[in-house]
């Protein structure tokens, strides 16, 4: 059998979802909980590979077992042998030919950022914080600049093992929620640190350090060491992973409002 599931999870508190030698990740976590319904050893494919203290709230994975349980005992089982900031959402028989990763035809990613002079205490590690004020418009004008079919190689990490640094962002879009800014980017696929090396200059182009054009620049140059920094991976989300309808996983996508993190 193959089974996906669809599971959310706090990433603070690993070092990311693949897993390392001497770190715990939140792979690692689930194959040892899978393993234990399955009395097997089960390896599981992301649809995705978010990084250190990145979160999700709509993660695909896929494995293949021989063991025959009931899709809730791949969930509220698995549930019951995962640490608490890992959660089983939905399980899902699918055919041999369905692939997490490959099989994705888009995702979303969510960022959360709190604007005000003091850092955040409740939301600490969930939310980004900048403590000066950004001007809305601007970045999206950056942003407009930013979707489309590019080659985003200024905003790749220099250990991005992707063949092609072409990608197409369908959408990015940013809403202000009170002292936040809530910033959506989806496409077909990411670069390593995309998302994160974007965010990073739409927030100096926030801070009015640079004009919008400035990113269209960064394109055009397709050199990172002209970029901003990499930002901080604590309000990144994987929010949902889009598949083709034949596949029925009803997993395209998930919002939350900041009110709920």
């Given at each position: 059998?193959?089974?996906?599931?669809?599971?959310?999870y706090?990433g603070?508190?690993?070092?990311?979802w693949?897993k390392?030698p001497?770190?715990?990740?939140?792979?690692?976590?689930?194959?040892?909980?899978?393993?234990?319904?399955?009395?097997?050893?089960?390896?599981?494919?992301?649809?995705?590979?978010?990084?250190?203290?990145?979160?999700?709230?709509?993660?695909?994975?896929?494995?293949?077992?021989q063991?025959?349980?009931?899709?809730?005992?791949?969930?509220?089982?698995?549930?019951?042998?995962?640490?608490?900031?890992?959660?089983?959402?939905?399980?899902?028989?699918?055919?041999?030919?369905f692939?997490?990763?490959?099989?994705?035809?888009?995702?979303?990613?969510?960022y959360?950022?709190?604007?005000?002079?003091?850092?955040?205490?409740?939301n600490?590690?969930?939310?980004?914080?900048?403590?000066?004020?950004?001007?809305?418009e601007?970045?999206?004008?950056?942003a407009?600049?930013?979707?489309?079919?590019?080659d985003?190689?200024?905003?790749?990490?220099?250990e991005?093992?992707?063949k092609?640094?072409?990608?197409?962002?369908?959408?990015?879009?940013?809403?202000?929620?009170r002292q936040?800014?809530?910033?959506?980017?989806?496409?077909?696929?990411?670069l390593?640190?995309?998302?994160?090396?974007i965010?990073?200059?739409?927030?100096?182009?926030?801070?009015?350090?640079?004009?919008?054009?400035?990113?269209?620049m960064?394109?055009e140059?397709?050199?990172?060491a002209?970029?901003?920094?990499?930002?901080?991976?604590?309000?990144?989300?994987?929010s949902?992973?889009r598949?083709?309808?034949?596949?029925?996983?009803?997993?395209?996508g998930v919002?939350r409002?900041?009110d709920?993190?």
């Amino acid at each position: 059998m193959k089974i996906a599931l669809a599971l959310e999870y706090n990433g603070c508190g690993y070092y990311g979802w693949q897993k390392q030698p001497g770190h715990i990740t939140v792979q690692s976590q689930l194959e040892k909980a899978l393993s234990g319904v399955a009395g097997e050893k089960i390896q599981a494919v992301a649809a995705g590979r978010t990084d250190t203290g990145v979160h999700a709230l709509c993660q695909v994975v896929h494995f293949e077992t021989q063991a025959k349980r009931p899709l809730t005992a791949w969930v509220r089982g698995t549930n019951a042998l995962l640490p608490g900031d890992i959660s089983v959402l939905n399980a899902f028989e699918v055919s041999d030919d369905f692939h997490a990763r490959f099989s994705a035809t888009e995702r979303t990613y969510l960022y959360y950022l709190l604007s005000r002079s003091a850092r955040p205490g409740v939301n600490h590690g969930k939310i980004g914080w900048v403590h000066y004020p950004l001007d809305l418009e601007k970045m999206r004008i950056a942003a407009g600049l930013l979707t489309g079919e590019y080659d985003f190689s200024a905003f790749r990490s220099s250990e991005c093992q992707a063949k092609t640094a072409v990608r197409q962002l369908t959408r990015l879009s940013i809403v202000r929620h009170r002292q936040y800014f809530i910033f959506e980017f989806r496409a077909n696929a990411f670069l390593h640190h995309m998302v994160r090396n974007i965010l990073g200059a739409l927030v100096y182009v926030g801070q009015e350090k640079y004009p919008p054009e400035w990113v269209q620049m960064l394109l055009e140059k397709r050199d990172r060491a002209l970029a901003a920094p990499t930002f901080s991976p604590n309000g990144l989300y994987l929010s949902g992973v889009r598949y083709d309808a034949r596949w029925n996983l009803a997993v395209s996508g998930v919002t939350r409002p900041i009110d709920t993190l």
